[in-house]
């Protein structure tokens, strides 16, 4: 609540006087070492194919990643690419048309409302707009207690418990048990998302775009969060960005994806080392950096470029 520094632009980013702006400008921080695939995935998506509605125009075509267990794979690709869709298909929001999503060494049934109870457990996700992905007429408490009666019938004081460990695991104190969605900020909602999908004790959790919204500073603590939990409950990640920032703070393995296809697909090491297809290289070269001058400076490097072709 208060005004901490003011100044130019150029001040701002390159000489902060204050700690807490020199830890807004320098974002993404986060060391996260590559693991090594392990020899059987436990998510495997292969050759799946979906379209919206009666249109039929395919929106992902011939789709194959795999998951394995604590690990994350980050899905990047530009606004439109079936990132989102891609999670739809998983969690049988949009049933694929064709190929199949394996489980546990089992195929998974295509619609939601097919699946075991066990199976909608299992796999968790968590929204990029937490605004809309909670209900405004329900608190914080009851929010992250429906899972835990749901999935593991608790109730009254063993329910009150566990939503509390919840709680503190993502780092809220009991407090905002009585809280509404309305009454909190933007990261704290991202955060109370994530006690509900943990609530479930799920072994996959899709991320689809969960900082976007944020600033540097929470989103960083938030990617903090998710992989500390990671760790301790050996959840695997199906992130979903564009911020390619993020995927190099997280990612064990990265799958590009560019009108509905896969163009590249491997561990984050491969995937971020060239030669890059030019699609991925486009990419790469996209990502903002807090730097003066550096649109302009894309922007002309990208006109050289292609008067070169
Ligand atoms: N409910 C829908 N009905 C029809 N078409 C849709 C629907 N949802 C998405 N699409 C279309 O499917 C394509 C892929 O959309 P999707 O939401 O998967 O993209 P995305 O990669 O998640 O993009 P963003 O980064 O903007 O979230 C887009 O062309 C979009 O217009
Ligand atoms: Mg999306």
């Known amino acids: 609540g208060r005004l901490v520094e003011w100044g130019g632009t150029r001040q701002i980013i390159k000489e902060p006087r204050q700690e807490y ?41 011939n789709v194959s990643v795999d998951i394995y267990p604590g690990q994350t794979l980050a899905v990047v690709g530009e606004s439109g690419s079936g990132k989102s869709t891609l999670a739809r298909a998983i969690t049988g929001l949009l049933p694929p048309e064709e190929g199949t999503v394996t489980f546990d060494g089992r195929p998974l049934a295509n619609r939601l409302a097919d699946r075991p109870k066990e199976d909608l457990r299992q796999l968790q ?18 929010i992250i207690g429906r899972p835990l009666e ?36 933007g ?9 509900r999908s943990l609530a479930a004790k799920p072994k996959l959790i899709i991320c689809d775009e969960v900082t976007s919204a944020l600033d540097p500073l929470v989103a960083n603590g938030i990617l903090k969060l998710l ?12 992130f979903i960005t564009h911020d390619l920032a993020t995927v190099k703070s997280i990612a064990d393995s ?12 491997g561990a984050k090491s491969q995937v971020l080392a060239p030669p ?28 050289m470029a292609s008067a070169g072709n």
């Open 125 to 142: 996700m968590i929204y990029q707009m937490a605004d809309v992905a909670m209900n405004p007429r329900q608190t914080v408490g009851t």
């Open 187 to 195: 990261g704290q909602k991202q955060r109370v998302c994530i006690a």
């Open 21 to 61: 702006t020199n830890a807004l400008v320098s974002v993404h921080e986060i060391e996260h070492q590559e693991q090594k695939p392990g020899t059987t995935p436990f998510l495997s998506v292969k050759n799946i194919t979906a379209a919206y509605g009666r249109s039929h125009v395919k929106v992902l075509k």
């Open 276 to 303: 890059f297809d030019a699609y991925t290289d486009l990419l790469l070269s996209s990502v903002p950096e807090m730097e003066i001058g550096w649109l302009e400076k894309a922007i002309k490097g990208r006109r």
């Open 227 to 238: 992989l500390e939990l990671q760790k301790e409950e050996n959840v695997a990640y199906l």
């Open 254 to 265: 990265i799958a590009v994806m560019y009108r509905g296809e896969v163009v590249r697909y």
């Open 150 to 185: 749901f999935y593991f019938g608790l109730r009254g004081r063993q329910r009150d418990a566990r939503v509390a460990e919840l709680l503190d695991k993502i780092e809220m104190g009991k407090g905002f048990i009585d809280r509404y969605p309305a009454e909190l900020s």
